[in-house]
Nanobody, 123 residues
Framework: QVQLVESGGGSVQSGGSLRLSCAAS????????MGWFRQAPGKEREGVAA???????TYAESVKGRFTISQDNGKNTLYLQMNTLKPEDTGMYYC?????????????????RGQGTQVTVSS
């Protein structure tokens, strides 16, 4: 059974950094496309970043140059390094996994997702 557990969220000031982690179990991380999406209160889910099984990455325009998605197959862990955070980055961040699709915009619809970790950026 696929399980995803996020960690690393927290509260930071504008301009700060956080690194989110997603521990995967029940499957081989390298055989799935992975990604992150977020949801702010009262807003729709928004895809943030994705990485496919070949390591190709896609990002939402709003985070390009600030966020980096990566994975450590040996640890079966996905990461999201978030730099130069802005108040509009505030939200619940979810890790997601899917097969046969890899696009940041589709991450809210991936087959599997974790419970989320909260990120709050204050101005």
């Amino acid at each position: 059974q696929v399980q995803l557990v996020e960690s690393g969220g927290g509260s930071v000031q504008s301009g700060g950094s956080l690194r989110l982690s997603c521990a995967a179990s029940g499957y081989d991380l390298s055989s799935y496309s992975m990604g992150w999406f977020r949801q702010a209160p009262g807003k729709e889910r928004e895809g943030v970043a994705a990485i496919d099984i070949y390591g190709a990455r896609t990002y939402a325009e709003s985070v390009k140059g600030r966020f980096t998605i990566s994975q450590d197959n040996g640890k079966n862990t996905l990461y999201l390094q978030m730099n130069t955070l802005k108040p509009e980055d505030t939200g619940m961040y979810y890790c997601a996994a899917a097969r046969y699709v890899s696009d940041y915009a589709m991450t809210p619809y991936y087959s599997y997702r974790g419970q989320g970790t909260q990120v709050t950026v204050s101005s």
